[in-house]
């Protein structure tokens, strides 16, 4: 099991290496796009926002698993899906062990 100094220390690295890799969130283009996830390729930012973009909403708290049902708090993964929007961006900004959160991002 990590710790949270663990999870906190993964974040920070994430976000050093958004920031180096000059990452940005990903754009969801087509529902062929959408039937295809999982995998998800959202990329990792952490609290990075990189220029010319704004978080919107609040995130998504999702089961990273694969194995969530949709009563548990975290978001399935069919949830989830249902959750995206063709032509919005998103990226992950919060990672643990076993869920995560996901921020939809638009241009500003």
């Given amino acids: ?7 906190m220390a993964r974040e920070r690295q994430a ?3 958004a920031r180096i890799d000059g990452k940005e969130p990903y754009t969801i283009e087509s529902q062929e796009e959408l039937n295809s996830m999982p995998p998800f390729p959202f990329p990792c930012l952490g609290d990075y926002i990189p220029s010319g973009w ?3 909403d609040d ?10 049902a949709d ?3 975290a978001m399935s993964v069919a949830q989830f899906i249902r959750w995206l929007q063709i032509g919005s961006s998103y990226a992950i900004t919060q990672v643990g062990q076993f869920q995560l959160y996901v921020q939809r991002f638009e241009r500003v």
């Fill in 71 to 73: 009563d548990e708090p």
């Fill in 59 to 68: 995130p998504a708290f999702v089961d990273s698993t694969g194995m969530g």
């Fill in 15 to 17: 976000e050093i290496e």
């Fill in 1 to 7: 099991m990590l710790s949270l100094s663990e999870i």
């Fill in 54 to 56: 704004k978080a919107v």
